[in-house]
Nanobody
Framework: QVRLVESGGGLVQAGGSLRLSCKAS????????MAWYRQAPGKERELVAR???????NYADSVKGRFTISRDSAKNTVALEMNSLKPEDTSVYYC????????WGQGTQVTVSS
């Protein structure tokens, strides 16, 4: 059974930082395209950052230069380092794994106060 479990969300002031982590079981993250998505109330889920099995990463324009996605193959985790957070970054953040199938975590809330 595949499970993706996010952690690290919380409440932070604008300008602060958070580090999200996604721990996988049942799949090997390094052979999947891993991504972080977010969804704010009343809005569609959007891609935040993605890293391919080859290690290529890309980011939404709104987070470029502030967020960094990384993968730890030994721990089978993927992380999202978020710096210079803004109130508009407030969302539920979801971990996503995609190869032949697509899997989602349950989400972790990030709230940025102004």
């Amino acid at each position: 059974q595949v499970r993706l479990v996010e952690s690290g969300g919380g409440l932070v002031q604008a300008g602060g930082s958070l580090r999200l982590s996604c721990k996988a079981s049942g799949i090997i993250l390094s052979i999947n395209t891993m991504a972080w998505y977010r969804q704010a109330p009343g809005k569609e889920r959007e891609l935040v950052a993605r890293i391919t099995p080859a290690g290529t990463s890309n980011y939404a324009d709104s987070v470029k230069g502030r967020f960094t996605i990384s993968r730890d193959s030994a721990k089978n985790t993927v992380a999202l380092e978020m710096n210079s957070l803004k109130p508009e970054d407030t969302s539920v953040y979801y971990c996503n794994a995609r190869r032949a199938s697509t899997f989602w975590g349950q989400g972790t809330q990030v709230t940025v106060s102004s």
